[in-house]
């Protein structure tokens, strides 16, 4: 019941176009369906549903798959669509914020994720990645954070040779020189 009044307070926010006056309705129907009881399923649709062309929140709401390891799955196929260059400076983020001990710093994770300087010293642009890297990481205070401790692990296990093509053996000695480099 409480997922329900979840539901029912965030989609009471959404705009609806002139052309769709049922879109709340038929977003509540489907997240309901959808949720299976999972308050960060819910979340992170409906922070997709904010980013969405309002002509789009339809096909959008109907196209995610249920469950969090499937979602997480689309998150990755998306960032596989983006250009190379975003795509690879995405991986860098994701791959050594999945490594990293613990959540960085976003100066400390530009200095040690091994992207170009002038992006690495820039933090607004740094945020700009990680907002980019899909709804896996979230900032705040200028650490960068996991949305959850699924979604790291759903990194480590099924995405690992997506965003960690390398190994995590080759890419934590990669920060670890990096590291080096960036206190001398």
């Known amino acids: 019941a409480s997922i329900g009044a979840y539901i029912d307070d965030r989609t009471s926010h959404i705009k609806c176009p002139r052309h769709d006056p049922f879109l709340q309705d038929h ?17 992170l649709v409906l922070q997709e549903l904010g980013q969405a ?7 959008v709401v ?3 798959p249920k469950g ?3 979602l997480y799955g689309r998150m990755i196929e998306q960032l596989q669509q983006l250009r190379e260059e975003d795509r690879e400076y995405c991986q860098l983020v994701l791959a050594t914020a ?13 200095a040690v994720s091994g992207l170009p300087g002038e992006i690495s010293g820039e933090a607004e642009w740094m945020q700009q990645i990680v907002t980019m890297s899909g709804s896996l990481l979230t900032v705040r205070d200028e650490t960068v954070y996991f949305v959850h401790q699924s979604a790291k692990e759903y990194l480590i296990g099924k995405a690992a ?17 990096r ?4 206190r001398s």
């Open 98 to 110: 999945t490594l990293a001990c613990r959540p960085l710093r976003l100066p400390e994770l530009g």
């Open 68 to 70: 969090l390891d499937e």
């Open 53 to 59: 062309k309002p002509w789009a929140m339809r096909r």
């Open 62 to 64: 109907d196209d995610i």
């Open 161 to 177: 040779s997506i965003i960690i093509p390398c190994g995590p053996a080759a890419a934590h000695w990669s920060i670890f020189q």
């Open 27 to 43: 977003v509540r129907q489907v997240l309901r369906q959808k949720a299976d009881g999972t308050f960060l399923w819910v979340a």
């Open 179 to 182: 590291s080096l480099d960036a």
